[in-house]
């Protein structure tokens, strides 16, 4: 069965420390996504990538940077966590070519509580 | 600009009734997808049903239904039958296409809540 892991599922940080929420996929996917889920605002897009070594930003950048190096990996990293980034952070990755024809496969989320 | 709207923030419905959740969107595009996500509590993100704008007919999925009407850019979701394992958020999605690049846009969804 296809997946796409996070490595953690719950986290606790403080204010300022720096944070890395790591997601692996095995299906050979290119298009990896880092997404913020929050009540009442649905799901955010933060950052995308369609190839190693490539980003772009999404819908709400700020306070975050991607990295790419491996196919399979896509990391999100916060440099200094604040209190409102505590979220839920949602992984997912789809097929080379369009979004539409190629469904995207979900991780199970990281919940993050900065404090 | 290119948004998804889903009005209806909770809903409700008995076991093995039907319930209809209703989303609209604004694109310019002439061909896109638009998708409903499933979301059940504390389990992950996945796809229910799918629909490419340029086909007229309805999608379906067993108990999973759209009404998909274009010039109105309207893509409701009914679930016939409803079953208690279809308690979960649920995401209207639609691909935005900018700048070259695509993605997936997503309404605020709507948790439903089917009763025993």
């Known amino acids: 069965d296809v997946k796409v892991t996070q490595s953690s599922r719950y986290l606790v940080k403080r204010t300022g420390e720096k944070v890395f929420l790591e997601c692996v996929q095995d299906?050979?996917?290119?298009?990896m996504f880092w997404y913020r889920q929050d009540p009442g605002l649905g799901l955010r897009l933060i950052y995308f990538s369609y190839d190693v070594k490539m980003k772009e930003k999404g819908d709400i950048p700020e306070g975050y940077s991607v990295s790419r190096e491996k196919k399979e990996r896509f990391s999100l990293i916060l440099e200094s966590a604040s209190t409102n980034q505590t979220s839920m952070y949602l992984c997912?990755?789809?097929?080379?070519?369009?979004?539409?024809?190629?469904?995207?496969?979900f991780g199970a989320g990281s919940r993050l509580t900065v404090l | 600009a290119q948004t998804v709207t889903q009005s209806q923030p909770e809903m409700s419905v008995q076991e093995a009734e039907t319930v209809t959740l209703s989303c609209t969107y604004d694109t310019s595009e002439s061909n896109y997808y638009l998708f409903w996500y499933k979301q059940p509590p504390s389990r992950q993100m996945i796809l229910v049903i799918r629909?490419?704008?340029?086909?007229?007919q309805n999608a379906t999925e067993n108990r999973f239904s759209v009404n998909f009407q274009k010039a109105a850019k309207s893509f409701s979701l009914k679930i016939s039958d409803s079953q208690l394992g279809d308690t979960a958020m649920y995401f209207c999605?639609?691909?935005?296409?900018?700048?070259?690049?695509?993605?997936?846009?997503f309404g605020k969804g709507t948790k439903l809540t089917v009763n025993p």
């Open positions: 629909q490419e704008a340029y086909k007229q």
């Open positions: 997912a990755s789809s097929g080379q070519g369009a979004i539409g024809a190629n469904v995207l496969t």
């Open positions: 999605a639609f691909v935005l296409t900018q700048g070259g690049s695509e993605k997936l846009v």
């Open positions: 299906m050979d996917h290119e298009n």
